[in-house]
Nanobody, 115 residues
Framework: QVYLVESGGGLVQAGGSLKLSCRASGINFGISAMNWYRQPPGKQRELVGIIVSSGFTNYTDSVKGRFTISRDNARNTVYLQMNNLKPEDTGVYYC?????????WGRGTQVTVSS
């Protein structure tokens, strides 16, 4: 069974930082690409960024230079470091992976940025 469990969300003031974690089980984590998505209130879920097995990362334009995705294969964990947070970063943050032709999502963690 594949499980993804996010943690680290919370309430932070604009300009602050948060670091989210997503721990995976049931997959070969070291070879898996991991994605971070977010869903702002009243809006559709959107891709924040991705990290592949080599460590290569890519981000949506709105977070470039502020967010960093990293991974620790020994801990089966992917991280999302978020700096200089803005109110528009508010939302539920999810990690996602694809394993054996199926997509798996975590339950999400809430990030709220106050102005």
């Amino acid at each position: 069974q594949v499980y993804l469990v996010e943690s680290g969300g919370g309430l932070v003031q604009a300009g602050g930082s948060l670091k989210l974690s997503c721990r995976a089980s049931g997959i070969n984590f070291g070879i898996s690409a991991m994605n971070w998505y977010r869903q702002p209130p009243g809006k559709q879920r959107e891709l924040v960024g991705i990290i592949v097995s080599s460590g290569f990362t890519n981000y949506t334009d709105s977070v470039k230079g502020r967010f960093t995705i990293s991974r620790d294969n020994a801990r089966n964990t992917v991280y999302l470091q978020m700096n200089n947070l803005k109110p528009e970063d508010t939302g539920v943050y999810y990690c996602k992976t694809r394993w054996k032709l199926r997509d798996y999502w975590g339950r999400g963690t809430q990030v709220t940025v106050s102005s």
